[in-house]
């Protein structure tokens, strides 16, 4: 028997990592978007133009499939690229849909809703925020009150969001609803995507111990959603959650880590201008540091090799959250009490060092270690779900 000759396209070969790694690096040098502006709502519009460049050119969402925009890139480039963009400064992504609603949407959306959602909250058209926790459910999710009442093609939502990051500039909540009893707990929570702007939404900022207004509580009173804009089944939301959840605590793993390997080593040349290298109690203090932001690394990578393989970020994603959590508090700890008293100045004050930066960033990781599930909820994860301990009865199911 004669074989066919194939008439497929042979496939070309994978660009080699120098490669890729200096034709990104060109590209980030030549569409730079320069100094991000002071004021705030300038710097949103500053990344959202940025966030488009990156679109329009094909560098947008390294991790993302090629059919809704993204460069679907190979692992190892995933890497390089997160490396670049951190050593050139660049803007990250507006809001939290992209780390955390995307991956959802792409794993249990239908097309329509890939189609619709995708591409614009990619390029920047649209920005999403979380609207998961509660002034009475934050831990324990579960419990959450906000309800959603089915009425024909709607659904009425009424309830209370809080500590809701970027509320303040989003097109569009992805929310957690009850559309079950009140005591159904996770057996009755629905998976929506609401409208930020439609009637009825009111978002009130929060402010923070810098000063700044990244938080705010979001009211929802008799706000009409389609059920189109309902992800999975109705009372199935759960799992969807768990999926959000594990990637929020995944997300920017790698471009954490490259972040804050080029911040030790800025803080580090800090210490060398002030002469305090000489210490060696400073310098051991160094070595710790930089030990850990390797460590980071490693496992960032291996988180994101993991996601590559089963698709979800799975249950030692909450193992980055610690590792990153705890070494951006003891990073600006260790840099406030370094600069000792100039250490407290805040950025008006004109001996303030680096316009208080150290000072703005011990302020702000404050709450680190409660942000995407506290330390406490990511320490359980990982003894029952990764080291397999016995686990809090307590607690809804996997």
Known sequence: MTREPSTALPVPEPEPDADFRARLREFLAAHHPGKPPKDPGQRVGWTKAWLATLFDHGYA???WPREFGGMELPFAHQVIYHEEAARARVPG????????????????????????????????????????????????LPSLRTTARRDGDE?????QKVWTSHAGDADIFFALVRTGTRDSRQHGITYLVIDA???????????DLTGGQLFAEVFFDDVRVPVANRIGAENGGWPLARTSLGHERAAGALNQAAMYRRV??????????????????????????EIRVRIMRYNAMMTIGGILARGDAGPTSSISRLLVTAFEQDLHEFAVDLL????????SEPRAVQRSRWLTGFLRTRASTIGAGTREIQLNTVAEQVLGLPRDPGMPPR
Request: glycine share 14%.
């Open 155 to 159: 659904y009425v939502v009424r309830g």
């Open 93 to 140: 992504p507006l809001g939290t849909g992209l780390n955390i609603a995307a991956p959802t949407i792409i794993k249990y959306g239908t097309q329509e809703q890939k189609r619709r959602w995708l591409a614009p909250m990619l390029r920047g058209d649209t920005v999403w925020a979380q609207g998961y926790s509660e002034p009475e459910a934050g831990s324990d």
């Open 340 to 347: 000792g008293p100039a250490g407290l100045l805040g950025k």
């Open 61 to 63: 969402g390294p991790g």
């Open 264 to 289: 030790l080593t800025e803080l580090e040349s800090l210490a060398r201008e002030r002469g305090q290298l000489a210490d060696p109690l400073v310098r051991d203090q160094f070595v710790d540091l």
């Open 197 to 207: 702007r439609a009637p009825g939404v009111q978002v009130r900022p929060l402010r």
